[in-house]
């Protein structure tokens, strides 16, 4: 079986081409910010980057009907939960109107099926970050009015959940874990059997993360907002600039871990305070499951740091073992998700 995935983000698309599990071919198709400006909203980007793609691989020496299946990111679609998703009109419909939030990971299932429909094939999106598997307890905050949402890093998480399970001999669905992403964007998530039961999701809550506040004192939140800012330049703000770059002055990861090498107090100082909330999370996750927890797995970029991750492990290493698993792969975790439903493992979630 051989399958084209399609990933869009903010500046680029990428694809790639597996067959079966092996990856032919790969390919990021930058997008200058002239090219984006023409266009009012993310559909109106739909056809342009579908030429792209096209265009690239045709290049690449592949032909539409070369592939059994077209497979994209999901993006800001309604609650669903986890799986393989076959591209229908309501997931169509519902990234031309857009009503949960603009995000380029809206078009992955969208250029998916305009791609498939072009040879006749299948389209499919796997875990979006609108993946919800909360418990209704877990929706709830302390303010009747307000819910808490589950919007995170469903595709690593589900595929480093898997994998964390091979490693402990088990099957995911027979697993408690507790996952956290450590990336630009964090969360820590409890996995009760296969299920995604309750998250931290750095866009609300939960620890810091590179440029993300996460829980922030409401009070002073509140005092923030009328101190003459607008709503926009609030939430650029705790959105973009607030995390670690708010207290050190960048996102580099890799600079923070060498300035804390060196000693620099500043540095140092606040790298702990971001230590200290990650082993706060995962303790509140174990809770969640009863700490009953089969393993602790520290997975995305941040991950590379087998220091970062010792210094979180020295908080919470009593409570499970531990599984270091770097990186994430996002266009095989999507293969793997297309593969499972064209081999019959599972069958395709309806929209």
Do not use: W
């Amino acid at each position: 079986m051989k399958v084209l995935i399609i990933n869009p983000g903010a500046t680029s698309t990428k694809i790639a081409v597996f067959e079966e599990t092996e990856q032919l071919f790969k390919l990021g198709i930058d997008h200058s910010a002239e090219e984006l400006d023409q266009f009012e909203r993310v559909i109106d980007q739909a056809d342009y980057r579908k030429n792209a793609i096209l265009t690239a691989i045709a290049d690449a020496g592949f032909q539409l009907s070369d592939f059994d299946a077209v497979c994209g990111r999901g993006g800001l679609y309604r609650p669903i939960p986890s799986g393989t998703y076959a591209v229908n009109d309501k997931v169509m419909a519902d990234v031309e109107a857009a009503p949960y939030g603009e995000h380029p990971s809206n078009l992955g299932a969208y250029l998916s099926k305009k791609i498939g429909d072009m040879v006749g094939i299948p389209a499919f999106f796997v875990d979006p970050v609108c993946v919800d598997e909360m418990t209704e307890l877990a929706h709830y905050t302390g303010f009747a009015d307000f819910r808490r949402l589950s919007l995170f890093h469903a595709l690593n998480q589900k595929a480093t959940g898997r994998k964390a399970a091979e490693k402990l001999g088990k099957k995911y669905e027979d697993c408690n874990l507790i996952v956290c992403h450590l990336g630009g964007g964090v969360s820590v998530a409890a996995h009760d059997h296969g299920r995604v039961v309750d998250v931290f999701n750095v866009k609300d809550e939960g620890a810091m993360g590179l440029d993300r506040g996460g829980a922030l004192p409401v009070n002073q939140l509140i005092d923030y907002c009328f101190s003459g800012k607008t709503k926009a330049e609030v939430k650029k703000t705790m959105g973009r600039r607030a995390g670690m770059l708010s207290y050190v002055g960048t996102t580099d990861f890799r600079v923070i871990c060498a300035k804390v090498v060196e000693g620099d107090p500043k540095f140092v100082e606040a790298y702990q305070a971001l230590v200290y909330q990650l082993a706060k999370d995962i303790g509140a996750m174990a809770a969640v499951l009863h700490f009953d927890v089969d393993a602790i797995v520290y997975t995305a970029g941040m991950a590379y740091e087998q220091f970062f991750c010792d210094d979180i492990s020295a908080y919470v290493s009593k409570i499970a073992p531990i599984i270091r698993m770097p990186g994430e792969e996002e266009m095989r975790s999507l293969a793997e998700g297309a593969l499972r439903v064209l081999h019959g493992e599972q069958e395709a979630a309806i929209y």
